[in-house]
């Protein structure tokens, strides 16, 4: 019988010691790394919990808060134009051919008030309990008692084609750079973010924009989801109303002028 000191067990001595020296000094590591980020959470916290709703922004807060804040900023960007306006004015001393080729500029441009017979249309999302009011159609999908973005285009665009001179909305007055955009179920508006009911008003001839969107065929397969799941439709003649210009930028980032 041969003695176990001349010839070791597999996995003792030398070759064992070589074998698990890499695995001590990872764990170390590990053990090391962990400890460097529990005193950094601690030293972040300083004594309070960093785990608590007070202390964590909602992503919708924000969104909120940015959009507050660039209706502000449209505000005091439509303040300075007037102030810039009214000085060039006063010292360019431009001729009355000029000043009325620009006050006509401007009207195009949508950057000034805008005065006539107004028609509003409002759209709404559908109740969230709705169901099929007619026989041999499908009971609703979530995606069938929203408002769209192709819906709020079908009402801009048909009130375009009607003739219309300007086109507000919600708050604000459309421009030829301006896009109307949703995301899931809020409306993105040149920076600012809104709920529905949506509201779009047009300044023209009421008779005309209501043809316009009775012909439109991509409002016709939305009154079908009017009619059948209850989505919100109103059109209203609002009489004489004073459409506000345009306050936002209008610098244009993209366009090249045509060669």
């Not at 209203?236 to 936002?248: F, H």
Request: charged residues 20%.
């Amino acid at each position: 019988m041969s003695n176990s000191a001349d010839s070791p067990r597999p996995g003792s001595g030398p070759d064992r010691i070589r074998r698990f020296r890499p695995v001590r000094l990872l764990t170390m590591a590990v053990f090391a790394l962990a400890g460097l980020i529990f005193f950094t959470s601690f030293d972040t916290a300083n004594g309070t919990n960093i785990r608590t709703d007070a202390s964590l922004l909602k992503l919708s807060d924000l969104i909120q808060e940015r959009s507050h804040k660039n209706g502000q900023l449209d505000e005091s960007n439509g303040s300075l134009r007037d102030d810039v306006e009214t000085l060039a004015e006063r010292d360019n001393g431009s001729t009355a051919a000029e000043a009325a080729k620009l006050a006509a500029l401007e009207k195009h441009a949508g950057t000034q008030k805008l005065k006539g017979e107004a028609l509003t249309v409002t759209l709404n999302d559908a109740p969230p309990n709705a169901t099929a009011k007619l026989p041999g159609y499908p009971e609703p999908q979530p995606d069938y008692l929203v408002i769209h973005q192709q819906d709020l285009q079908a009402v801009v665009n048909a009130l375009w084609q009607g003739g219309a001179k300007g086109i507000k909305v919600m708050d604000q007055r459309l421009i030829s750079t301006s896009a109307v955009r949703c995301v899931g179920n809020t409306l993105i508006l040149q920076g600012r973010v809104y709920s529905p009911p949506y509201k779009v008003q047009a300044i023209g001839d009421p008779e005309k924009l209501q043809k316009s969107l009775s012909a439109s065929p991509a409002i016709q397969n939305y009154m079908v989801y009017v009619n059948v799941y209850g989505l919100g439709w109103k059109v209203e003649e609002d009489g004489t109303r004073t459409m506000p210009g345009y306050t936002g930028t209008v610098d244009l980032h993209y366009a090249k002028p045509v060669e």
